[in-house]
C-alpha cells in the first residue's frame, strides 16, 4: 500500500483539487493567485455555518500608522479584521485568529468558514485580523501586525464585547504567529494569554526531517517551503531570531498553556510535534494531537470530516481556558 493509499479520502480529494491551483514561486504568479483567491473563496463560502453575529472591525496598527495586508497604506485606520460572535449574551472571551497561507497568501475570507465552527464550538468571540503579508513585508512585520493586534484585543472590551480574557489561534503560518505572540506576551510582561492553539503551526520545519522527506509534495512541496520561507525570513539571521521560528526560544517556561494539533501526512508535522514537545519540557500543559490521516491544512477543508472533529476538539480546549 502506497502513503497515498492511506490519507484519509476526502482529505485526499480535497487536496486535489487544491493542488489544481499550484503555488506560486515568484511576485507576479502571486498577485494573480491573490486576485484569484477572492472569487474562489466567495464560491466556497455560499452557504457559511451560522453565528451569532458578524462585525468588521479595524485594528490599530503597531505603530499607529495605516497598515494594509498586503502592505499597501489604502486602508487609512488600521489592520482588517472580523469579529464572530457567539450566541448567546455578551460578553465573551477572545481568541484572536490568524490565518495561514505561508506568510505571503490568506486573508479574513480564506479562512471564514474555520473561524465560524471554532466560534460555534468554542463559545468565544473569534477575532480574526489581517497582517501585512511577505515578500512586500518580510519579517517582522506580520509578527508586529499580530501582537499589536493581541494588546489591542486584550483591552478593547467594549468594542469586541469581551470579558478582557484572551486566547490566540491559527494554524500554518498564522500558527507560528499565535505561537510568537504567546512568547511575547509572557517575555514583555504583555496581556495574559490564556490559551495558545496551534494548528499544524509553521515551526521548527527542517529539510532532513522525516515528515518533509516522506511527505513534501502533499499540498506543499519543498520547493513551496523554500520559497515561502525565504519570502518571510530574507536572511538566515532573521530565521535564527525566536519571535520568527519560536523553537529558536531558551526557554518557553512562562508561555500560555497550549493544544498543537499536527496532521500525520503533512511536511510540517515534524516541526509542530517538536515544538510540542520543547512546550512540555519546559513545563507548559500541552495537548499534542495528531491526525494520522489527515494533510496539511485540513481544518481549512469543508468537505472533510474529521476537520470538524478537529475543530470541535480545539474549541473546547478553548472553551475551557477562557471559562466560555
Not at 466556497?44 to 455555518?49: I, L, S
Amino acid at each position: 500500500m502506497s502513503a497515498a493509499d492511506q490519507i484519509d479520502p476526502q482529505a485526499k480529494r480535497a487536496a486535489a483539487r487544491q493542488s489544481r491551483i499550484p503555488l506560486p514561486h515568484g511576485r507576479y504568479r502571486l498577485k494573480l493567485l491573490r486576485l484569484l483567491t477572492g472569487p474562489l473563496t466567495r464560491l466556497q463560502n455560499r452557504n457559511p455555518p451560522s453565528v451569532g453575529a458578524t462585525e468588521s472591525v479595524t485594528v490599530p496598527g503597531p505603530t499607529g500608522e495605516a497598515r494594509g495586508a498586503s502592505g499597501s497604506r489604502a486602508k487609512p485606520d488600521g489592520l482588517d479584521a472580523r469579529l464572530y460572535l457567539p450566541d448567546g449574551d455578551p460578553p465573551f472571551p477572545t481568541v484572536v485568529f490568524f490565518h495561514g497561507g505561508g506568510f505571503v497568501l490568506g486573508n479574513l475570507d480564506t479562512h471564514d468558514w474555520l473561524c465560524r465552527h471554532l466560534t460555534r464550538e468554542s463559545g468565544c468571540a473569534v477575532l480574526s485580523v489581517e497582517y501585512r503579508l511577505a515578500p512586500e513585508n518580510p519579517f517582522p512585520a506580520a509578527v508586529e501586525d499580530a501582537y499589536a493586534a493581541v494588546e489591542w484585543a486584550a483591552d478593547a472590551t467594549e468594542t469586541l464585547r469581551g470579558t478582557g480574557d484572551v486566547a490566540v489561534a491559527g494554524d500554518s503560518a498564522g500558527g507560528n504567529l499565535a505561537a510568537v505572540t504567546a512568547l511575547m506576551a509572557a517575555e514583555r510582561d504583555g496581556p495574559e494569554v490564556a490559551h495558545q492553539a496551534l494548528l499544524y503551526p509553521g515551526i521548527g520545519i527542517d529539510p532532513e526531517q522525516e515528515s518533509v522527506r516522506e511527505h513534501a509534495g502533499i499540498v506543499l512541496s519543498r520547493e513551496d517551503i523554500e520559497w515561502f520561507s525565504a519570502a518571510y525570513y530574507r536572511s538566515e539571521i532573521h530565521r535564527r531570531n525566536p519571535y520568527a521560528d519560536p523553537i529558536n526560544a531558551g526557554d518557553l517556561g512562562g508561555v500560555a498553556p497550549a493544544t498543537v494539533v499536527t496532521a500525520g501526512f503533512d511536511p510540517l508535522r515534524d516541526g509542530g510535534k517538536a515544538y510540542a514537545e520543547r512546550l512540555v519540557a519546559d513545563g507548559v500543559a500541552t495537548r499534542y494531537e495528531n491526525y494520522p490521516s489527515m494533510v496539511h491544512g485540513f481544518m481549512t477543508m469543508q468537505d472533510v470530516d474529521r476537520a470538524r472533529e478537529a475543530i470541535a476538539s480545539v474549541g473546547d480546549d478553548l472553551g475551557d481556558a477562557l471559562d466560555a
